[in-house]
């Protein structure tokens, strides 16, 4: 969790994945709350909403809009309370709002932002004169220099990098 | 021959099972510029076609400080708010009067609107208000 230059908490989840964005207001009071709503972006049209008007937060029905519909669930039982989002699609990067409106206190808004990651499609090791390289590559010879060029195809703001080097030198075999 | 009387809330239920959801701002008015002490009205106009109003709410830059639910009781309610003088026995819906101004009055003022439950459809709009010494 970083903040970003509009002082919006942001948040990083993976195509594929589950986050859990929070409604992290200054003030919650479960006791009083009457309705809880979570929008996109700056449009008015909720994405979630729990109406607590005639029966506890905790006992009342949470209603995700029909395309967010089974991906979305709202814990209220941690604090801060969360809205959890599985699996995590391209599109659900952007800004979310949570509103808490409260009986006898202030309403409270909370802002976050999601970036999604999209991992690459396809990862292609290469050597220096483009050659595909698979399996088992050498033999060199010590003090030999190797370099291999490793391509991703596809994926979005992929800046995950894990390289994972297995060689054997002499009859040892290392993994790192 | 048959006549039958259909009461306003029948022919409400008849438009809601092809509710199309049309909340909209008709007007926001904040005074752009007030001389400090003077009073000032603030009023938030909006249309609902198929659909009931739950909340209005007016905000600045500390929060809220005042709303209007209809189905509370009182509907209106106010938040002490540095700089707002806001008088509730003339205040309904979305218009609210700020009986005096003071320095702490200047700032941006959120007018914002919520539909009833299922949708809880908002809109909001923000104007700024500067208040000048005389």
């Known amino acids: 969790m970083t903040f970003n230059s509009r002082g919006i908490s942001e948040y990083r989840a993976v195509v594929g994945g589950q986050v859990s964005l929070p409604c992290n207001t200054s003030l919650w009071i479960e006791e009083d709350i009457s309705l809880v709503i979570w929008y996109r972006g700056s449009t008015g049209i909720p994405i979630y909403r729990v109406d607590a008007r005639s029966s506890r937060l905790s006992n009342s029905k949470q209603v995700p809009s029909e395309e967010l519909g089974e991906r979305a669930v709202m814990d209220v039982s941690v604090l801060p309370p969360t809205l959890k989002l599985e699996p995590v699609l391209e599109e659900d990067e952007g800004d979310y709002r949570c509103r808490v409106d409260y009986r006898k206190h202030r309403t409270q808004h909370f802002l976050v932002h999601l970036n999604v990651t999209v991992p690459p499609k396809q990862v292609i090791i290469k050597d220096l004169d483009g050659n595909r390289l698979r399996d088992v590559i050498g033999p060199y010879d010590e003090g030999d220099s190797l370099t291999l060029v490793c391509e991703a195809y596809g994926g979005q703001s992929s800046h995950l990098l894990y390289a994972n080097l297995a060689y054997t030198y002499g009859n040892e075999h290392t993994t790192e | ?134």
């Open chain 2, 1 to 134: 021959m048959y006549a039958f009387l259909v009461s306003p809330r029948r022919l409400f239920s008849l438009c809601a099972s092809t509710r199309v959801l049309a909340l909209r701002l008709t007007r926001v008015d904040v005074p752009s510029s007030v001389i400090m002490g003077d009073p000032v009205w603030l009023n938030c106009s909006y249309e609902l076609e198929n659909d009931e109003l739950y909340s209005i709410k007016w905000y600045n830059s500390n929060g809220e400080f005042y709303r209007w639910v209809p189905k509370d009781m009182p509907p209106g309610q106010k938040y002490e708010s540095r700089g707002i003088h806001l008088d509730l026995t003339k205040s309904s819906f979305g218009n609210v009067f700020l009986s005096m101004t003071d320095l702490h009055t200047d700032g941006t003022y959120r007018c914002e609107v919520s539909a009833e439950a299922p949708s809880f459809q908002t809109v909001k709009r923000e104007k700024e208000l500067r208040v000048y010494n005389d």
